[in-house]
């Protein structure tokens, strides 16, 4: 299930599975996450779709490269990626992180998105006040590890009860953290801190999109996902209830209902086309 492609010159490791002729579904990692976060999305969709889930650059076992790290760089990886694998057109699912990079490559090539599903991020940039703290955030790490900075993280990351009911999930993350080289994560605070608003052109969209957001997601709150949406023509919100930032691995179930609903009506608009 795990490969290896080059994409711009640098190693990708990526899951596939399901049908090579059925409708790819591309799942994008937050920060600093990996592959593996997507574990039980791509057991959910395999029986009617072909999922398949990357790490982003310098993540999990994709190689850094030695190009600045930017959301515009990772954009391009994942449409180069789409070149590689032959993909014309694909859903893409980007949580935080990744919905920042599905919604700068969906600028670039708006023709290669079948739809869109926007999870726990938003589109804009960051405050002055965020980005300093971004940089006194890699000041910390390359002075002290990434112990403090992962244990700090947590507590953002995931709704209150969920480290009662999914501490297998906190663990996992919590490792996927630690697994992260310092450096990467590192210049992957300065992509972020550097990245451009992408609100401006939400109208602009014309593929199925569908926002989902945790109720209690304090990174990026419902009334961020609730902007997009009401930016985004025919868009569809979704609030999964007592799950934080990660909704994918805090309340699967729901998840994968609402994504295989999604995936349903996109392949059913396909077949009336």
């Not at 990526?14 to 574990?39: D, Q």
């Not at 791509?42 to 190009?67: E, M």
């Not at 999914?166 to 996927?176: C, G, H, M, P, S």
């Amino acid at each position: 299930m795990e490969k290896e492609i080059s994409v711009n010159g640098n190693p990708v490791s990526y899951f596939e599975e399901g049908l090579p002729e059925a409708l790819p579904v591309i799942f994008i990692h937050g920060f600093p996450f990996s592959k593996s976060m997507w574990m039980r999305q791509l057991d959910a969709l395999k029986n009617k779709y072909r999922p398949i889930a990357y790490d982003v650059r310098g993540h999990g076992k994709s190689g850094a490269g030695k190009t600045d790290f930017s959301i515009s760089l990772f954009a391009d990886d994942l449409l180069a990626f789409m070149d590689v694998l032959k993909i014309e057109k694909a859903v893409v699912c980007g949580l935080s992180m990744g919905g920042y990079i599905a919604l700068n490559a969906i600028q670039k090539q708006p023709d290669r998105f079948a739809g869109l599903i926007l999870a726990d991020t938003q589109c804009g940039a960051d405050t002055p006040e965020g980005r300093e703290k971004r940089m006194k955030t890699i000041a910390f790490i390359r002075k002290n590890g990434l112990d403090v900075y992962a244990e700090e993280s947590l507590k953002n990351l995931f709704a209150p009860a969920s480290f009662q009911s999914r501490q297998e999930e906190v663990k996992f993350i919590r490792k996927t953290i630690l697994g992260t080289p310092d450096e990467a994560i590192c210049r992957t605070l300065q992509a972020l801190a550097d990245r451009e608003e992408s609100c401006s052109c939400l109208a602009k969209i014309k593929a199925p999109v569908c926002v989902v957001v945790g109720s209690e997601d304090k990174i990026t709150p419902i009334q961020a996902a609730q902007k997009m949406a009401d930016a985004i023509p025919g868009a569809k919100l979704v609030i999964i209830e007592k799950a934080g930032h990660l909704t994918n691995l805090e309340m699967p179930g729901a998840f994968n209902d609402q994504v295989l609903k999604f995936l349903d009506d996109v392949r059913q608009n396909q077949l009336k086309k």
